[in-house]
């Protein structure tokens, strides 16, 4: 024999196909369902926008205390050691520092 051959029944083949056709209707339908999702989402944020909303999750931290980040890592002071004086993670110190130095840059 040169190769393994399989043999299975017609009825597994039909159940098989069956499958194959109900799997592929139902990726469809959550395709366009999601598609349509997206498509609502977008609609609502622009909406929003155009109505002056802030959109997006809330700052820790406010302008002034932003400014006396700044203030503070211009003065020496280190990354850890302002993430803890205003009891926040480094990572929004350090986005609060490279957001100013963005806005130097033309």
Same mark, same amino acid.
Do not use: N
């Given at each position: 024999m040169d190769g393994i051959y399989?043999?299975?029944? $017609? @009825?597994y083949f039909d159940w098989y196909v069956a499958e194959l056709a109900w799997r592929a209707d139902c990726r469809q339908v959550s395709i366009r369902g999601y598609t349509f &999702?997206? #498509?609502? +989402? $977008?609609?609502?944020?622009?909406?929003? @926008?155009?109505e002056g909303k802030a959109l997006g999750r809330p700052s +820790?931290?406010? #302008?002034? &205390? @932003? $400014?006396?980040?700044?203030?503070?890592? +211009?003065?020496?002071?280190s990354v850890s050691a302002v993430a803890r004086k205003f009891a926040t993670s !480094? $990572? +929004?110190?350090? !986005?609060? !520092?490279? #957001?100013?130095?963005?806005?130097i840059r033309p």
């Open positions: 399989h043999r299975f029944s $017609q @009825k &999702q997206i #498509e609502r +989402t $977008q609609s609502g944020l622009k909406r929003a @926008k155009s +820790t931290l406010s #302008e002034k &205390q @932003k $400014q006396d980040v700044r203030d503070d890592l +211009t003065s020496g002071m !480094r $990572q +929004t110190i350090m !986005r609060v !520092r490279d #957001e100013s130095s963005r806005s």
